[in-house]
């Protein structure tokens, strides 16, 4: 016979399952909303890879951008930085885009559901595709021998150091 405990893990993960898909549910409606008030068309955000489009259309204005969430580890230096312009595209500061990233349950209720509205793609950085570039640069460098080359010499003694 199994223990009591073993009933009240189950129901609790259960549960947990309907929290997250609450959450996911919850998420999209908010897309909805974010998406109309930036002019697209809100239904993009129930359809994957359109979305995630929109999403770089509305943050950076080039929709293309999309395809660097198809390269791993990138995707995610990838996504937190589109915060940074998405906080700016509705007229609010980094601190905002920060917030977005601890919190986004909350700041997102705010972009979707509250005051700010929508003021267009932030000004373009000089250094926005340098950025890029070191990022996909610091990734493609992962991959290679002198990488590992380079961590062994910094964490080898100072007197062994060649």
Do not use: H
Request: proline share 6%; hydrophobic share 45%.
């Amino acid at each position: 016979m199994p223990s009591p405990m073993f009933f009240w893990f189950e129901s609790a993960y259960s549960n947990f399952k309907y929290l997250v898909l609450l959450y996911c549910i919850y998420r999209l409606i908010a897309r909805c909303f974010l998406y109309d008030k930036a002019g697209e068309r809100p239904w993009g955000a129930l359809i994957p890879f359109y979305s995630q489009y929109l999403y770089c259309k509305i943050t950076t204005g080039r929709g293309w951008l999309f395809l660097l969430f198809f390269i791993p580890f990138v995707n995610f230096i990838f996504g937190i930085y589109l915060l940074v312009p998405l906080a700016k595209s509705f007229g609010k500061s980094g601190w905002f885009a920060v917030g977005l990233f601890f919190l986004e349950i909350i700041y997102l209720t705010i972009l979707a559901f509250g005051e700010p509205r929508y003021v267009g793609v932030p000004e373009r950085d000089e250094d926005e595709f340098t950025l890029l570039s070191s990022v996909v640069t610091m990734c493609d460098d992962l991959t290679k021998p002198t990488f590992l080359f380079r961590i062994t010499w910094y964490t080898q003694p100072i007197s062994r150091r060649g």
